[in-house]
Structure formats: structure tokens, C-alpha cells
């Protein structure tokens, strides 16, 4: 339990209701500035305890957190798009609830704002198989494991039913410009072998380059329990939709732009989502290519036309109705005999992206640094932008295609907000889905390159780290 423990003993505090901090952070320029952390008052749950929520301010970005999931219930930032005398007008760039109450109540099945895990994205049938050790180093029969089948009856889906994202974590923020929640999941917890202990850090720091804006980080540990003997698989992944519009924007995601400079790489998959454990080319499927930036509503299209198997004025008009009325009732699917040859598209379902892509190392990269560019996220008429890096070796884009306008029902959502397909876009850095390899895969194997964790007794921790950084567009 190496590095988990050297940064739960390094990070530490204690926090009181009301209470504020504020540090002094110095930029690479040595200019100044300063990062504030307040508690909110804490949301009591019936016989659950309380609900912590915690504020983060630095610059002109204000972000808001909980500790049920540990999630990021809101990130406001201003109109860069303002003339200088003008005031700055300011939007919540987060789907969310309206409070986490109404997170912890509606059972956030669309995965809102929080962590997920034990092991993000889908696993194939609800289970996996795994080789534990015994204790004088022999290798144990392969044992498989059943897990809950909450996608649709047929896969199991970031934790199950009662995964990391519908807990409660505990807290604390420290006397610095971090907010610290830890989640204890014992042996048999979601179905999973080996106990574990999960440590969420969340800092808002200055960005490098740059005096406006600033850069939210998280950094997701997890070891074994103390004593524990049993491997299992670890996965975590921020799950929050954005929408740098505002969360409730009418045009919601089609005007941004989205560009994944080192993604010329995805996962395929079949008719249930799961990845086919092959690598391809966005070459060979070009609606699936961002490396060049790319509107959501010019993507959207060509993926109606490539993959979803519509005429091409089918897939404009689908896009163009929400941009020229705004309307929330209408939800685009699948023609009823499915979509494009070799889709794997079902009939009948909604379409838009719900992708793994492989985030490429470059020979520039530095060498000291686990951190690979994601993606770039930027909506023009605001200004607005998000970077998003990585140690993670994919992401999932998403595109919120099964927001319905119905779940999560209206008046729990912020703003008593309308939230329907294409209105948030989620940037899941991750390991690939379903990729517990029961023991090591070929080196040859490019799909293993990207595989699931495995905390093992005597092994390594698991770290995963993810920066947004937000600020204006060039």
C-alpha cells in the first residue's frame, strides 16, 4: 500500500462546518494568486449521515463538490466572450440535480456529476474471470466472478446498481487547495473480490500558461485493505456531462467543438457496447475522427450517415431541429432493422457517440510526465474551453444519448431544467471497457495495452489522474 498511504498521511485535515481556507499558489511566472475553499452545509440523510459539500474558487472558476460519489456538483465560469466594459455574465457548465439530495433520492441513474467504479464502463455479461495467488506465490484456479446486470438487463455498467457513485464518502479538506474524500469497499462489496480503500483528491490550481481560468485536478487512488490476500480489478472514472454553454443551453452541444489530437484510435463494438477487443483506425471509420476540431452537429451527422445508416438529409434535419427550435421532446434513434452495415447498431435505440478512443504517445512527449492530452472541448460564441489530460490510456466520449427529458425528471434538475439527448457531452478518461484480463495478455495484443488495473497483494497501487483545465479559447 505504497503510494495510497504516502498520500493519506501527507494530506490531512479537519474541516468545520462554515469554515474557510485560503492558500497562496504560486504560478510558474511567480505572479500570485489566490485559491479559496469553503464548506457548505452538510445535507443529513436518514439513517445514511450527512452529505458534505465543499466550494472551490480560484480566479474566475468556481466549482462545487459533494461526497456523495465525490462528485463535481457545479463548475460556473464567465462569458469570455464579454468586451472588457462590459460585465462578465457567468453560467454552470454541469448537468447535475439540483442538490445532491436529489442525487441521493433519484438513485443517479444516468452516473451525474460522480466517480464510478469499482470498475468504470461495461463488463460483458455481468462477469469476469480472474487468477488470484496463494499465499507461497502459486497461481490459484481461474474463478469467475458475477457482477450485477444493470445495462439493459445483459451488461454490468460502471459498478452495478449500488456503485461507487450512489456512496457516500467520507471527507475532508486540508489547509491548503484540496478537498479529500475516502471510500472504504470490502471484500464481496458489488460483487468484487479483495477489500479496498479509494482515496479521491480534488485541487483547483492556476493554470501554467495563463492568467484567467484555472484547472480543476483530481487524483483517484486505491489500494488493498491492510492484510487483505485476494487480487481484483480496479477502474475509476469522473463521469460528469459538461455543456460549456451552460448546463441548460437550448443549442445544448451542437455548437461546441471538439478535438482529440492524439485519438486516430478506437475500440470498436458490438450490438451490446462492448468492445470487440480489436483497435481501429478512425481513418477507416471517418465519422469517428476528431483529430482535426470538429462541431458535435457536423460529428452527429456523419455519424447518422455512417453509421446509423441515414440519408444524409435524415441525419441534417435530425441536428437542425434542435438547433432551429430548441426542441426537448424529440429523441433520434436507430431505424427499426438497425443501422449501417457492420455498425453493430441495434434498431430502435438512440444514436450518437458512445465511444472508447486510445490516447497516443507522442516521441515529444516528456518524459517526465504520465499526463497525455485527451481532448479539447471549446464552444465559440462563449469563448469557453476545457482541456482535458490524462495518465489514463483512453476515453470514453459520450454524448448523453439516452437523456431522455424524463430521467432525471425536470423538477429535480437544476434550474428545474429540461435535460434530452445530445444536451451534455461526458470525456471518461479510463482504462478500456471490459478489458479484466484473467491473466496477461500477449504482448502483441494492442487492445491489452489498454487494460483493466489489477491490485494485487504485494503490487503496485492504483493511480489515475485527470486535469480540466478551463480557460479561453486562443
Same mark, same amino acid.
Given at each position: 500500500?505504497?503510494?495510497? $498511504?504516502?498520500?493519506?498521511a +501527507? ?11 485560503t492558500?497562496?499558489?504560486?504560478? &510558474? ?12 452545509? @452538510? ?7 450527512? %452529505?458534505?459539500?465543499? =466550494?472551490?474558487?480560484l480566479?474566475?472558476? !468556481? $466549482?462545487q463538490?459533494?461526497?456523495l ?5 457545479? %463548475? ?5 466572450? @464579454? ?18 439530495q ?9 452516473f ?6 469499482? $470498475?468504470?464502463?461495461?463488463i ?7 487468477q =488470484?495467488?496463494?499465499?507461497?506465490? @502459486?497461481?490459484?484456479?481461474? !474463478?469467475? *466472478? ?16 449500488d456503485?461507487f457513485?450512489?456512496?457516500? &464518502? ?14 472504504i ?6 460483487? *468484487? ?8 483528491? *480534488?485541487? #483547483?490550481?492556476?493554470n501554467?500558461?495563463?492568467d ?8 483517484m ?9 485476494k487480487? !481484483? ?11 460549456? +454553454?451552460?448546463?441548460?443551453s437550448?443549442?445544448?452541444?451542437l ?8 485519438c ?9 457496447? %462492448? ?13 469517428m ?29 435530425? $441536428? ?10 424529440? %429523441? ?7 443501422? +449501417? ?9 438512440? *444514436? ?7 490516447i ?27 482541456s482535458?489530460?490524462?495518465s489514463?490510456?483512453?476515453? =470514453?466520449?459520450y454524448t ?17 431544467s429540461?435535460? @434530452?439527448? &445530445? ?7 479510463? !482504462? ?10 500477449? +504482448? ?18 492504483? #493511480? ?11
Amino acid at each position: 500500500m505504497k503510494t495510497a $498511504v504516502a498520500i493519506s498521511a +501527507a494530506i490531512v485535515g479537519s474541516a468545520s462546518a462554515w469554515s474557510t481556507l485560503t492558500m497562496k499558489a504560486c504560478k &510558474w511566472h511567480c505572479c500570485y494568486v489566490d485559491t479559496t475553499i469553503s464548506e457548505l452545509p @452538510s445535507i443529513q440523510i436518514p439513517s445514511q449521515g450527512s %452529505i458534505r459539500q465543499f =466550494q472551490l474558487s480560484l480566479n474566475d472558476v !468556481t $466549482v462545487q463538490l459533494s461526497s456523495l460519489g465525490a462528485s463535481i456538483n457545479s %463548475i460556473v465560469l464567465p462569458d469570455y466572450s @464579454s468586451a472588457a466594459s462590459t460585465p462578465q455574465s457567468f453560467d454552470d457548465v454541469v448537468l447535475s440535480y439540483k442538490s445532491p439530495q436529489e442525487q441521493y433520492q433519484h438513485n443517479n441513474t444516468q452516473f451525474f456529476s460522480a466517480i464510478v467504479g469499482r $470498475v468504470a464502463n461495461r463488463i460483458q455479461d455481468g462477469k469476469f474471470q480472474l487468477q =488470484q495467488q496463494q499465499q507461497d506465490g @502459486s497461481s490459484e484456479d481461474i !474463478t469467475t *466472478y458475477n457482477l450485477d446486470r444493470n445495462d439493459g438487463n445483459v451488461n454490468h455498467l460502471h459498478g452495478g446498481y449500488d456503485g461507487f457513485c450512489h456512496r457516500i &464518502w467520507e471527507a475532508e479538506m486540508d489547509d491548503q487547495n484540496h478537498v479529500k474524500f475516502t471510500l472504504i469497499s470490502n471484500d464481496g462489496d458489488q460483487g *468484487y473480490p479483495g477489500g479496498i480503500k479509494i482515496t479521491a483528491i *480534488y485541487s #483547483l490550481v492556476a493554470n501554467e500558461d495563463d492568467d484567467i481560468g484555472a484547472k480543476l485536478r483530481l487524483q483517484m487512488y486505491g489500494c488493498l485493505q491492510e492484510g487483505e490476500t485476494k487480487a !481484483t480489478p480496479i477502474a475509476l472514472a469522473q463521469h460528469s456531462y459538461f455543456n460549456l +454553454a451552460s448546463h441548460s443551453s437550448s443549442e445544448r452541444i451542437l455548437k461546441h467543438v471538439l478535438h482529440m489530437p492524439r485519438c486516430d484510435k478506437f475500440t470498436p463494438l458490438d450490438n451490446t457496447s %462492448i468492445p470487440t477487443r480489436k483497435v481501429q483506425s478512425v481513418k477507416d471509420v471517418t465519422a469517428m475522427d476528431f483529430c482535426q476540431p470538429r462541431t458535435i452537429s457536423d460529428a452527429l451527422v456523419h455519424y447518422g450517415e455512417e453509421m446509423v445508416g441515414l440519408t444524409p438529409k435524415t441525419a441534417e434535419d435530425n $441536428v437542425q431541429q434542435i438547433m432551429n427550435d430548441g426542441s426537448t421532446e424529440s %429523441i433520434f434513434k436507430v431505424p427499426k432493422e438497425g443501422g +449501417a452495415a457492420d455498425s453493430n447498431l441495434d434498431g430502435d435505440k438512440p *444514436y450518437g457517440f458512445d465511444h472508447n478512443y486510445v490516447i497516443n504517445r507522442h516521441d515529444d512527449d516528456d518524459a517526465n510526465s504520465a499526463l497525455r492530452l485527451a481532448a479539447v472541448l471549446s464552444h465559440p460564441s462563449t469563448r469557453r474551453s476545457m482541456s482535458i489530460l490524462t495518465s489514463a490510456p483512453g476515453v =470514453q466520449l459520450y454524448t448523453s444519448n439516452y437523456l431522455s427529458g424524463t430521467n432525471p425528471p425536470s423538477d429535480l434538475c437544476k434550474d428545474n431544467s429540461t435535460y @434530452s439527448q &445530445w444536451q451534455g457531452i461526458c470525456l471518461e478518461t479510463q !482504462t478500456f471497457p471490459d478489458s479484466i484480463y484473467s491473466t496477461p495478455p500477449e +504482448a502483441t495484443d494492442e487492445f491489452g495495452k489498454g487494460r483493466c488495473f489489477i491490485l494485487r497483494p504485494g503490487g503496485d497501487d492504483y #493511480l489515475h489522474e485527470v486535469h480540466f483545465a478551463f480557460g479561453r479559447m486562443p
